[in-house]
């Protein structure tokens, strides 16, 4: 599910007590190493040397979006199409693409099995190499849509959901070969821009506001629509589960229950009760746990993180909090502390997916010490490196800077 870079305004909320790290724990600002600010219009590549994942920080300039990171680096959208690479060892820029496009960017996609980072400026849809750090290729986009709502790259292939038609409701659904960015086919669809798009199983799909459709990735065909009845005006997905929700774009009075729906034939699943409240942002892990965050319509400055269990489908556990940032890494939640919390804020907080934060022994909640990155001011992100590097980036908004930091 696509996220907002936005974190709460402070109100009226709880002492998460308990955990490991409170308001004693010595800051984090002292155990760090510095990088310059900003990277260089052009820089050749560097061969990966580094030794793993460090704790580290550096600024990067203003003209740099988000930032992801894989196992072996960090990669960052410069604006137009262009691409930067960080050492995980040290934060420093090991290489740079240049800018491809010109217009509005898209999101940032980075994909460790095909090596390649994706986005797009305006109408030109633009991929680098991962290994190389070289630009890999460029794209026109399919009916030369000025944006992409949504990139998504799965078994050596990038999928790109191109503008909707303005007073159509149809857009273009487009399918690359990431390794040189032929083109292998599209197909006119009608989605809702903001519902998202989900790829596995040999399947992309996407939902009209209502209706989710499924099609082969391979040839774009339809193979499978959802039953009458379900309404799903967004998709959530992650391992092998589907779910719908209500749209995080649009307030109301109610919101169509969370439902999870059977991959192959798009039919509804019992599927467990949830909180009424309007849904913000959600992730699933591989085996079937749902942390989705819900706030209510008319302030969703705050809300709360709730886990639901898929499979056998019952909520698990809630935490207040202040952000829809939240990542998975391995068997735990990754998210920031509320920025209500005095003895707790600004720091980065990892929950077990099945005790929740009352946990204990080894499943006990366990915090950061305390970084200028995760202030709420700062808006904060995460991004969490694949395989198990026990690091993870700290994006911060504000100030513009990165920090590599321990898994708590």
Known sequence: ?????LAGVPLVGLILAGCSGSGSTPSGESIRTTVSASAPSSVSPTPVTDSGWHAWTASYPAEDGRCEATAHQVVCRTGSGGF????????????????????????????SATERAVTSSGATLSAANLRTGK???????????????????????????ETTTAGTGISTLAAFRASDGKPLWHRSAAVDPHGDMAVFGGRVYTTDGTTVTARDTRTGAKVATSAQGVECPNLISGGKFLVCTGSPYFAGDTFPPLQRL???????????????????????????????????AEDSSAGTWNAYDLVHPKRLWSYYDTTEEGELAGDRFLTFTPVNDAAARDRVISIDLRAGPKGTGDAAPRMSPRYSQARGGEYPRLAVPGGDPGHVLVQAGTHRSLRSVPLP
């Open 1 to 5: 599910m696509r996220r907002t870079w």
């Open 84 to 111: 930067v690479g960080r050492s995980r060892s040290t934060g420093q820029v090991t290489w740079s693409v240049p800018p491809t496009g010109r217009g509005k960017d898209a999101e940032l996609v980075v994909d």
């Open 135 to 161: 630009a890999a290729w460029t794209r026109r986009l399919t009916d030369g849509s000025t944006v992409p709502v949504v990139i998504r790259v799965a078994d050596g292939t990038v999928y790109v959901l």
């Open 262 to 296: 059977d991959p192959d034939t798009l039919r509804p699943l019992k599927t467990a009760e949830d909180t009424g409240d309007k849904p913000e942002r959600g992730v699933i892990s591989s085996d079937g746990v749902l942390v989705l965050y819900e706030a209510p």
